[in-house]
């Protein structure tokens, strides 16, 4: 019978927690109950370098229930490498990975559907998110916004899917392949093939805590949600350059032309604002190049994007 590992990261995640883990694990009985998963399965906790109370509050669950176990990082390395981190591990434990965030902000009734899709051949299934009304304003016009232009610069993925996906062990075992530093799963798991079907995600409000992704964190998953896939921005660079040259090419034969007719230009105005029109457009465009530079410079360092410190609950001494 299928064993499901359900894997959440969090951090400073001590006002849900304990919610979360009575929500999943209610779950988890109906599905053991019914049939549909193996009385082995398990919620698999990453804490992802928390300031709070987190860890222990994991560790107090796991000695009073026996579906919990524990993944504690020795520091926080954000959303993305934590859920890898969970992923990775608890594909040694589980035969079928579902990760959800620990707010528990998505449908827990997708679950069985997705594990129903699993059954019916799928090795990866996706959540995607039916409705953003419990998402503020702001995040969901961004959301908006980024999906399309992701999609613009050429970037292969599931819309309106976070990361709350069913994943078969076969499926991991391929991720496991792919080398990034820069993360974006959205991106990268698409591109493992397989088969994939999506379910509907019906998201709700944040019962406790507040949000874990500042501005700054989804600007940079944002950042990599297109330049870890798509060079195109760096194309868009060399076109702009070939406009400007064109400009200027043709601005050369007008100056000529005045000069030859004796036309006085006046003007310096004209020539600071190209000055600084090609200023900008030239910085921007080394900002971008610079940004693949950095990209490649990670990647090439080659180092690890995350450390395990401590496992609660692997009963089981399978090895990791
Ligand atoms: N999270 C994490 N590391 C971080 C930031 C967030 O593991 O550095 C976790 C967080 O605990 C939660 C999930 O990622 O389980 C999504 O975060 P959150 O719910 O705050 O984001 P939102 O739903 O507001 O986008
Ligand atoms: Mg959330």
Redesign the pocket.
Known sequence: MTRLAIV????N?EAVLNSSVVRLTDLLDTLVKSGEVSAKSMIVFVN?GSSDATWQLICQHQRQNNYVRGINLAR?V??QN?IMAGMLTARHWADVVITI???L?DDLQAIPRMLQHHREGSDIVYGVKVSRKADPVF?RLSAVAFYKLQSKMGVKSVFNHADFRLMSRRALDILAGYGERNLYLRGLIPMIGLESSTVDDVISE?TAGT???TLK?MLSLALDGITSFSVRPIYLILYIGFFFIFLSLVAGVYVVHALVVHTAYPGWASIMLSLWLIGGVILLSIGIVGVYVGKIYTEVKNRPLFNICEIVGDDDDAAV
């Open positions: 959440s990261p969090c951090y995640e992802d926080n954000g959303h934590a965030d620990a707010d902000q995040k944040r949000s874990k992704y964190k």
